[in-house]
């Protein structure tokens, strides 16, 4: 069997991404477009090369040193790995490998590690350095690429300080498929050795444990991870597919049950419009449970854990515990902050909300569900104009982003802006929604504005079965209605139903300050 030739496919994807690639029809072109590219390769290298031996570069110490003085705290993001595959079907395995790399970092003690989802908002980006890094507000910069052909894998990296555009670390690594579990665990090893630094004792562990996982099930983790990071219906069946394969073929692999979570959870969240969530929701949890029985140091499997306590249980001090035991076990996992942030501030406490939201935001800057969560926490606080910035800014982000949408036109309207909040229920299109929430709250807004689709909004609540009574005693008690409110919440507390948001949902205030309050929520 010849021998692949990674240079000349890596020097392909080079003249990909700049867009002058050529295309070689015949067979004899094919030939000839390899052995240019393998040549371009090598004389690239040797230009390269020549660059980084005619001046000395600096030493990665002193350059965490200044960063540290300059900035008070370590940070660092993992651009999304370039894809120079011949075969555009292999991006997953680069995006995969982005994923884990970034897994993998996230565990630096005393560093701070941006999120995958916003490094992936500079895929291709024409961007400088040094504007990428200001704007996630990170001082370092890793980027790289990786070529995959048939069991050949080349993996090049480089670590770069963004402000002085000055490269501390750079790498090269060929290896056959087989030894890529062992090369991702080396090149973690390399940059945290690089930046002085050392990776979590647990983790350190665990990529001596990942080594021994077949290569084929990492390979389908990949797959899944890539499946679960498009968020449709149609991708989380698929991640599903995948993640219950790995763990199939390797029932001692805790990272796929906490993939399996994931997707299963997603799947019963309302926003994905998916089925039987309950059923989704006791999948996910028996998923992470698994994962923690594996390995009870993954912080991810925790925070799976937490969100199906607090979002199917609604088991505050479950969650909480999960929460916590996930960000001490890593501090860098965006999701947990985000979730335990929505925790604290349904249960009023608002300034260690507020720390976590916000932490979320600076660990994932351009995800639109953390600035979501933001909002959130802002509206509860009763803080409405923080939390319109912070809404609009996730719908900046991701347009369509349904709950955005209705903290949003909630926090308009509290403000006392129902035309402003009618504006954004408009671009939603709230009445052709079959989302009850998005119904509800534009429907109030348009109560307040006196706006006649009131009538209408309100005739689909009561048309809807089973019908939403949590909402309809929402609206009634934010258009003043509150006699059929109380009667509605008080048939809800008797079936053991009342709404989870009546404690601390603005548009409840009304209810709250009425003396039959207390005689509702008395145990």
């Known amino acids: 069997m010849p021998e692949i030739d990674l240079d000349g496919l890596e020097s392909s994807g080079k003249k990909k991404k700049d867009k002058e690639r050529h295309v070689w029809i ?38 965490v040193e200044r960063v540290a003085r300059a900035h008070g705290q370590k940070t660092l993001a993992v651009l999304p790995l370039d894809n120079f595959s011949a075969n555009p079907d292999d991006a997953y395995f680069a995006d995969g490998m982005t994923e884990v790399l970034i897994a993998d970092l996230a565990q630096l003690e005393g560093w701070k590690v941006i999120s995958r989802t916003s490094a992936e908002a500079y895929r291709d980006s024409k961007k400088a350095l040094r504007q990428i890094a200001q704007e996630l507000n990170v001082d370092l910069i890793v980027e ?25 670390f750079a790498r090269s690594y060929d290896r056959t498929f087989k030894d890529v579990l062992a090369l991702q665990s080396e090149l973690a090893q390399e940059i945290a050795r690089s930046l002085q630094a050392a990776l979590a004792p647990a983790h350190e562990a665990r990529l001596k444990r990942r080594e021994e996982i077949d290569p084929a099930v990492f390979d389908l983790y990949l797959r899944g991870r890539h499946a679960w990071n498009l968020r449709t219906p149609e991708s989380l069946q698929t991640a599903v597919t995948f993640f219950s394969e790995a763990v199939r073929r390797e029932p001692s692999y805790a990272l796929a049950y906490v993939g399996l979570a994931d997707a299963y ?63 001490t076990l890593n501090p860098n996992y965006p999701v947990a902050h985000e979730w335990y942030a929505v925790l604290l501030s349904e249960r009023g406490r608002d300034s260690e909300a507020r720390r976590h939201a916000d932490t979320a935001v600076s660990l994932d800057p351009m995800e639109a569900t953390m600035h979501q969560a933001l909002g959130l926490v802002h ?68 109560n307040r504005h006196g706006d006649g689709r009131s009538v209408q909004a309100l005739g689909r609540l009561q048309s809807i079965r089973p019908l939403p009574e949590p909402a309809l005693a929402q609206w009634f008690a934010a258009t003043d209605d509150l006699g059929r409110a109380f009667d509605l919440l008080t048939r809800l507390r008797a079936s053991g139903n009342l709404p989870p948001n009546l404690a601390f949902d603005p548009l409840f205030t009304a209810l709250r300050a009425d003396a039959r309050y207390a005689k509702l929520v008395a145990d």
């Open 144 to 168: 790289g690429s990786v070529t995959k052909a048939g069991d050949r894998v080349r993996v090049v990296v480089q670590l770069i300080d963004a402000d002085l555009d000055e490269h501390l």
């Open 265 to 327: 959870s997603m799947s019963g969240s309302p926003s994905t419009g998916m089925a039987d969530a309950k059923a989704q929701m006791a999948r996910a949890r028996a998923a992470a449970e698994q994962a923690l029985r594996l390995d009870d140091q993954l912080a991810e499997a925790h925070t799976a854990l937490g969100g199906v306590q607090f979002f199917g249980d609604r088991d505050a001090a479950a969650a909480e515990r999960s929460f916590n035991r996930a960000i």
């Open 379 to 446: 509206y509860y606080a009763q803080r409405f104009g923080d939390a319109v910035e912070a809404e609009r800014r996730a719908l900046e982000i991701r347009p369509q982003l349904p709950f955005a949408r209705i903290v949003l036109v909630k926090a308009l309207v509290m403000s006392g802006d129902p035309a402003a909040a009618i504006a954004a229920c408009d671009a939603a299109d709230a009445l052709s929604t079959d989302q009850t929430d998005l119904l509800l709250t534009c429907g109030i807004a348009f």
């Open 26 to 63: 015949s067979f004899f072109g094919r030939i000839v477009a390899q052995i240019v590219g393998a040549i371009a390769s090598v004389v690239l290298g040797i230009i390269v090369l020549q660059r980084y031996q005619d001046r000395e570069a600096p030493a990665p110490a002193q350059a």
